[in-house]
């Protein structure tokens, strides 16, 4: 005879595994708050911003007319994330790249974004929906638990008290290169995706833009080769279009600001006179 119990088994250990993976975060995040506290991870964010100008040779974006306007978004978005961490002095550069479609944060509050995101985007809700993406990240503190993971406790510990300067240049050119050892999780980036759609709609976007820019890329994988970059790093699931749509139902998120595309046109067409920037010159010996 069959026990009435067993049905009961599967969701307890689903259960059990949730708190586990819950109880990992919390002590990951624990220990980054010890060996990577908010001064050390200013540090960290002028250090990769040091790399990716003298090593990765990024050149940025000054027109004023693409700048003003992704200072005008992201500091409508960021004015939210400063509630959520008030010790974040956070800096926001355009990269010249037309041809990758990517954005990223690393810790201290810098936050990049390429104009080829600019130009694949299809409205200003969608662009401060990935910015919101983004920010929820440092806001999180999902690199410094990564670091956690990647680095290991010796490292990270010889970081904080002194006595390996070298590490904080691995560290950085690890985030300035994003490799695959500091990949976000599934959790990490469905947790940055409902702060980018809270952050939104506090700004007074439409909370969907986030997930209208993944449906496009979804749309359009494999068709355009600079959505690679995005999509290595921000899989455009439909399990992860459907769980950002059901947070903006269950919270009651609103707005609808964002919607028309017009300034973002604006944006573009200024953006398509601007020269890509130089090859990188070679590296020595290569």
Same mark, same amino acid.
């Given at each position: 005879?069959?026990?009435?119990?067993?049905?009961?088994?599967?969701? %307890?250990?689903? +259960? @059990?595994?949730? #708190?586990?993976?819950?109880?990992?975060? !919390? &002590?990951?995040?624990?220990? *980054?708050?010890?060996?990577?506290?908010?001064?050390?991870?200013?540090?960290?964010?002028?250090?990769?911003?040091?790399?990716?100008?003298?090593?990765?040779?990024?050149?940025?974006?000054?027109?004023?007319?693409?700048?003003?306007?992704?200072?005008?978004?992201?500091?409508?978005?960021?004015?939210?994330?400063?509630?959520?961490?008030?010790?974040?002095?956070?800096?926001?550069?355009?990269?010249?790249?037309?041809?990758?479609?990517?954005?990223?944060?690393?810790?201290?509050?810098?936050?990049?974004?390429?104009?080829?995101?600019?130009?694949?985007?299809?409205?200003?809700?969608?662009?401060?929906?990935?910015?919101?993406?983004?920010?929820?990240?440092?806001?999180?503190?999902?690199?410094?638990?990564?670091?956690?993971?990647?680095?290991? %406790?010796?490292? +990270? @510990?010889?970081? #904080?008290?002194?006595?390996?300067?070298? !590490? &904080?240049?691995?560290?950085? *050119?690890?985030?300035?290169?994003?490799?695959?050892?500091?990949?976000?999780?599934?959790?990490?980036?469905?947790?940055?995706?409902?702060?980018?759609?809270?952050?939104?709609?506090?700004?007074?976007?439409?909370?969907?833009?986030?997930?209208?820019?993944?449906?496009?890329?979804?749309?359009?994988?494999?068709?355009?080769?600079?959505?690679?970059?995005?999509?290595?790093?921000?899989?455009?699931?439909?399990?992860?279009?459907?769980?950002?749509?059901?947070?903006?139902?269950?919270?009651?998120?609103?707005?609808?600001?964002?919607?028309?595309?017009?300034?973002?046109?604006?944006?573009?067409?200024?953006?398509?006179?601007?020269?890509?920037?130089?090859?990188?010159?070679?590296?020595?010996?290569?």
């Amino acid at each position: 005879m069959t026990s009435p119990r067993r049905p009961l088994l599967a969701p %307890l250990a689903s +259960l @059990a595994l949730a #708190a586990c993976a819950h109880q990992r975060i !919390a &002590a990951e995040t624990a220990l *980054a708050n010890v060996l990577i506290p908010p001064s050390q991870e200013k540090q960290l964010g002028l250090q990769v911003k040091q790399q990716l100008e003298q090593e990765q040779h990024v050149q940025y974006v000054d027109d004023p007319v693409v700048t003003g306007y992704v200072g005008e978004v992201a500091g409508r978005i960021l004015a939210q994330a400063k509630k959520d961490r008030p010790d974040v002095d956070w800096s926001v550069k355009v990269i010249n790249d037309p041809k990758t479609v990517n954005a990223f944060a690393v810790p201290g509050g810098w936050l990049y974004v390429y104009s080829g995101l600019l130009l694949a985007a299809d409205d200003t809700a969608e662009v401060a929906g990935v910015l919101g993406h983004e920010s929820g990240h440092v806001v999180a503190r999902h690199s410094a638990r990564q670091m956690v993971d990647a680095f290991g %406790l010796e490292t +990270l @510990a010889s970081l #904080a008290l002194g006595k390996n300067p070298g !590490a &904080a240049s691995q560290l950085a *050119a690890g985030l300035a290169g994003k490799t695959a050892l500091l990949a976000y999780s599934r959790g990490d980036e469905s947790e940055a995706d409902e702060y980018g759609a809270r952050y939104a709609s506090a700004a007074g976007y439409d909370p969907h833009g986030i997930a209208t820019f993944f449906q496009k890329l979804e749309r359009g994988e494999g068709k355009q080769p600079g959505w690679a970059a995005f999509l290595s790093t921000h899989p455009a699931t439909p399990d992860r279009i459907e769980k950002v749509n059901a947070y903006i139902e269950q919270h009651h998120l609103t707005g609808s600001g964002g919607r028309s595309g017009v300034e973002l046109a604006k944006v573009k067409k200024r953006l398509e006179a601007i020269p890509p920037p130089p090859a990188a010159p070679p590296k020595p010996g290569a």
